[in-house]
């Protein structure tokens, strides 16, 4: 039992999830609590995910971490938010080794040594903080046999990274906003497995992989402050999308999901550039993406594809089935060759599922 030697280890692999009612704006900073409730479509784990390892070892003195292979800082209040909570759920673990025993009390003291890649480069608005997140919590919550289900378990990726607690289900997922000011309501749920409406196909078109200039943090904070548009669309306007792309997903209703998408994503770049300073997170390759793609849908009668952007100029364009997403691509190869003055760089093709 005195022997330092032993590591004990859990992987995980969680993908990334696309806001298609998106959460701009929190009423609380530290609990992360957001103004408006959202929805996402959890995408592939083969394509954009996240995978991370976490050992634990009394010989460990402090809590490290690595990121794409390089050493980042674990001192910010959330990864310790994040940690608090686990710890208070933690349970005794007995490894498979003679003489390994973790007790609830013996979690307090012991140190995590934590390796996390993206199978994605870290782009601007892409591989975010979401699927990191919540494989962090995941795989630590797994190390440390905290035995909450899926739900308590994104009120704690909540507190590490707001769009993190949708990542934990795959399929459409809802955050609901909750009314606790502890916050113990404000989690995620599933609205629908990734068989419900398996036919879609998203493609991301890669405008720019540089980093984003705002934070989403801060832009969001900023938004909250100065803009007098977000109170209209937290209150009046997502509320009724809201039960609206319920409704869309629930009856596979393409032209319903692709009109709501589409707005909404517009509508929260319109709130970007409704706050001080102004935030400009798409540029004139994304707007010509968004020209393209609503004359498209025009030409053909119904929507065959929806557009949406986040906090970067990247298009995530969700199609209606295979052919949809095979004369897509065919027009956005024609418009925006790749490695041309477009600025466009690569496509990643990826299946709703998870
Ligand atoms: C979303 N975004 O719903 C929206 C749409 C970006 C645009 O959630 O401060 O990285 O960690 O809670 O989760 C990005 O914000 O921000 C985001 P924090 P997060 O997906």
């Known amino acids: 039992e005195s022997c ?23 009423r609380d900073e530290d609990l992360i609590l957001p103004i408006n409730d959202s929805i996402s479509v959890t995408l592939d ?10 050992a634990v070892s009394p010989a460990f003195t402090h809590d490290r971490m690595w990121l794409n292979g390089k050493e980042v800082s674990l001192s910010g209040g959330r990864y310790q938010n994040c940690l608090r909570e686990l710890r208070s759920r933690a349970g005794d673990v007995e490894g498979e080794e003679k003489g390994i025993k973790i007790t609830k009390k013996d979690w307090e003291k012991l140190h995590f040594h934590i390796v996390s890649y993206n199978n994605f480069p870290t782009a601007a608005g892409l591989a975010s903080s979401a699927a990191g997140l919540a494989c962090l919590v995941f795989s630590l919550a797994k190390l440390m046999n905290v035995k909450d289900d899926h ?16 990542s934990l289900y795959g399929g459409f997922v809802k955050w609901i906003m ?14 629908a497995d990734e068989k419900h409406w398996d036919d879609l196909v998203i493609i991301i078109a890669v405008v720019s992989s540089r980093q984003k200039e705002t934070s989403s943090t801060s832009g969001m904070r900023e ?10 669309r937290a209150k009046e306007v997502v509320p009724k999308r809201i039960i609206q ?9 393409f032209p319903a999901f692709a009109r709501l998408t589409c707005a909404d994503s517009n509508q929260f770049h319109a709130v970007c550039l409704d706050t001080l300073p102004p935030i400009f997170y798409m540029n004139d390759t994304s707007h010509r993406i968004i020209s393209c793609v609503e004359k498209w849908n025009r030409f053909e009668g119904t929507p065959q594809v929806a557009y ?3 906090a970067g100029p990247n298009a995530v364009l969700i199609s209606h089935n295979r052919k949809a997403a095979a004369l897509l691509l065919q027009r956005l190869l024609f418009h925006f060759p790749p490695n041309s003055d477009a600025d466009l760089n690569s496509y990643v093709i990826g299946d709703k599922t998870i």
């Open 4 to 26: 330092k030697d032993w590591v004990l280890t859990v992987t995980a692999q969680t993908p990334t999830n696309i806001a298609v009612i998106k959460y701009w704006g929190k």
């Open 45 to 54: 784990p083969h394509h954009l995910c996240t995978t991370t390892s976490v």
């Open 151 to 166: 739900s308590r378990l994104s009120a704690i990726a909540r507190q590490g990274s707001g769009s993190a607690c949708r």
């Open 178 to 191: 909750g009314k606790e000011q502890n916050g113990s309501d404000s989690i995620a749920v599933q609205l």
């Open 223 to 232: 938004t909250v402050e100065t803009s007098m548009l977000i109170e209209h």
């Open 245 to 253: 792309m319920e409704e869309a997903i629930k009856n596979r209703d």
């Open 308 to 310: 949406t952007f986040d």
